[in-house]
């Protein structure tokens, strides 16, 4: 007899899967020893975990994701890799890591909400980060992009420097009523911000959230109650001056 899958819900509060994903993000930035001096597991069994070579007892499980909370794990790592990027975006975002944590984040914040899209525009570290999240709710992913993939587009324009750019998404992505979540990793990714919130409307779907790596200054940065809005999720582990 064949077993429904996991909801995304179930499986963002499953301990086993949550410390798997986690241990496999922290590994971008940690060795196995350096995990051992922080979690106080050894790093042969981290390393069978990992590997999917042995997997934790739920309680274990759960132990160890208690025990990276407790230590500010996620928060000290990414400190640490926003002091080493010296500013630059694409040393920040070029790693793997930092948009998993980033993503297992959001998929967090989100897990109790019906999310159908997962929309990214522009650039393509809000695309990898958008794939992310959207494998973990378990959501459509729609790009915003220049592009024209079908014969059915909703098309908005916008202003970029002194010209006049076009963005489009196929209209069949974002079905009426569709609960719309906006992911931006990038400074870039606000220009068309505006741009993107009108074809959600023309499709009448419904945002749910905007989640921005980088603070975004932008007029459409939504601060209506009903819309949840994370801007500038990374300024808040950026080193105090």
Do not use: H
């Amino acid at each position: 007899m064949s077993t429904a899958p996991q909801s995304s819900e179930e499986e963002l509060k499953n301990a086993k899967f949550v410390l798997f994903n986690l241990l496999r993000a922290l590994k971008f930035f940690y060795s196995f020893k350096e995990l051992e001096r922080i979690l106080g597991v050894p790093s042969q069994v981290l390393w069978r975990y990992v590997t999917l070579r042995a997997m934790p007892e739920k309680d274990t499980a759960q132990r160890i994701l208690n025990k990276i909370m407790k230590e500010g794990v996620i928060e000290k790592t990414l400190k640490r890799v926003i002091e080493s990027s010296n500013g630059d975006e694409w040393r920040l975002l070029g790693n793997p890591g930092v948009l998993e944590l980033a993503g297992l984040k959001v998929a967090d914040m989100l897990k109790k909400t019906r999310v159908d899209v997962v929309l990214a525009p522009c650039d393509g570290y809000s695309v990898a980060l958008a794939t992310i999240i959207a494998t973990y709710l378990k959501s459509r992913i729609c790009i915003a992009t220049r592009y024209l993939y079908s014969n059915n587009n909703t098309v908005e324009y916008y202003r970029e420097g002194g010209s006049v750019e076009a963005i489009a998404v196929p209209s069949d992505c974002i079905p009426k009523k569709a609960r719309v979540v906006i992911i931006l990793a990038t400074e870039y990714s606000a220009n068309c911000l505006d741009a993107v919130i009108n074809i959600i409307k023309r499709r009448r779907g419904e945002i749910i959230s905007i989640f921005s790596l980088t603070e975004i200054k932008t007029r459409r940065m939504p601060e209506a109650i009903s819309i949840k809005a994370f801007n500038g999720f990374l300024k808040n582990f950026s080193p105090t001056k």
